[in-house]
T-cell receptor, first 116, second 113 residues
Framework: GAVVSQHPSRVICKSGTSVKIECRSL??????MFWYRQFPKKSLMLMAT?????????EQGVEKDKFLINHASLTLSTLTVTSAHPEDSSFYIC????????????FGPGTRLLVL | SQQGEEDPQALSIQEGENATMNCSYK?????LQWYRQNSGRGLVHLIL?????REKHSGRLRVTLDTSKKSSSLLITASRAADTASYFC?????????????FGQGTILTVHP
């Protein structure tokens, strides 16, 4: 079955640094990927839609300059948390949309970010 | 606005019992999905039910959809300790992309051995 990977799975960084999270579709091409954020014991909140070759579409309230998204190829989208602060600590999950009329997404395993 | 309000927020049962979780949503949908998430892990897709379906089964899972009431339920029969996880319903968030989802608040299920 389709597999989506995320790297790193866990990252700890100092406040003020930038962190890049990768989302890869391993055995299929994904023209569209999605980035979600999840706080502990909470639901997933859609942050943005990442489209290959074009600018990402951000949900209301998500700072595009804070969360930079790049979808440079059909198998890779990256989320960069710029100048991270403790309140950016969260679980970030990506998903990739398969082709061929599938009505499900394939989710990555998530990346836990802790900003000290 | 956030769709997919789920109840109960937490459910604690004994192994062998059935677990029922409910989800309500606000707007018209063409499908509804249920996902499972083990603590600190990614999501596992469980089942998708389309708007023209009323009930769907997959193994020990039974999902119902009532579009008139804008609600869905997930029933896990003969629960096992390994079913302990959070369960989320998800509906399409609109737009042309079928993969863009709005998630419910989730139900934390604990199955005691």
């Amino acid at each position: 079955g389709a597999v989506v990977s995320q790297h790193p799975s866990r990252v700890i960084c100092k406040s003020g640094t930038s962190v890049k999270i990768e989302c890869r579709s391993l055995d299929f091409q994904a023209t569209t990927m999605f980035w979600y954020r999840q706080f502990p014991k909470k639901s997933l909140m859609l942050m943005a839609t990442s489209n290959e070759g074009s600018k990402a579409t951000y949900e209301q309230g998500v700072e595009k300059d804070k969360f930079l998204i790049n979808h440079a190829s059909l198998t890779l989208s990256t989320l960069t948390v710029t100048s991270a602060h403790p309140e950016d600590s969260s679980f970030y999950i990506c998903s990739a949309e398969g082709t061929g009329g599938l009505e499900t997404q394939y989710f990555g395993p998530g990346t836990r970010l802790l900003v000290l | 606005s956030q769709q997919g309000e789920e109840d109960p927020q937490a459910l604690s049962i004994q192994e062998g019992e059935n677990a029922t979780m409910n989800c309500s949503y606000k707007t018209s949908i063409n499908n509804l999905q249920w996902y499972r998430q083990n603590s600190g892990r990614g999501l596992v897709h469980l089942i998708l039910i389309r708007s023209n379906e009323r009930e769907k089964h997959s193994g020990r899972l039974r999902v119902t959809l009532d579009t008139s009431k804008k609600s869905s339920s997930l029933l896990i029969t003969a629960s096992r300790a390994a079913d302990t996880a959070s369960y989320f319903c998800a509906t399409p968030a609109g737009g042309t992309s079928y993969g863009k989802l709005t998630f419910g608040q989730g139900t934390i299920l604990t199955v005691h051995p």
